[in-house]
């Protein structure tokens, strides 16, 4: 289940070396190339799946364990202060490669970053009624 022109299926399945943080039958964790901050890591199934509408429920399951597993190990080794677990999905999202991936952002006092987004100020009507279409 890969796909050749994919970038990050070549480099979970090692035909091109990364910095690997961790690795298992299943996934590999590797350092971020332009990270947002000191240890920005990326989780990557070996197996080819674009987004998370695409990932499999077992796959899915196993990489929430392993982000819990990296949060923790990294935060005792790394002595962050905070952490962000980001996950893009579609180009609109900010999603700029195509294999799902989930970073891992270690964040530090006064790290300078922002992660964020405007806040709307939504009537209550409106609130209601979005509430309705996901959940109608
Ligand atoms: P996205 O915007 O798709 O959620 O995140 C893609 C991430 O992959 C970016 O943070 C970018 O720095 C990282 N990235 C892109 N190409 C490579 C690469 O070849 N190697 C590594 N280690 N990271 C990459
Ligand atoms: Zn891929």
Avoid at 26 to 55: E, Q
Wanted: with cysteine; aromatic share 8%; charged share 30%.
């Amino acid at each position: 289940m890969r796909d050749d022109n994919c970038i990050f299926c070549k480099i979970a399945n090692g035909d091109i070396p990364s910095k690997a943080l961790y690795e298992d039958d299943d996934f590999k964790v590797i350092l971020d190339l332009g990270p947002a901050t000191k240890g920005h890591a990326l989780i990557l199934p070996k197996n080819h799946y674009a987004n998370i509408y695409k990932l499999p429920d077992e796959a899915a399951s196993k990489v929430m364990l392993l982000a819990k597993k990296m949060t923790i190990r990294m935060t005792e080794k790394l002595n962050c202060d905070g952490f962000n677990l980001v996950q893009n999905n579609g180009e609109d999202a900010g999603q700029t490669v195509f294999h799902f991936h989930l970073h891992l952002i270690p964040r530090y006092k006064n790290d300078g970053q922002t992660l964020g987004w405007k806040s709307m100020e939504p009537t209550p009507e409106e609130l209601e009624d979005i509430r309705k279409i996901i959940t109608e």
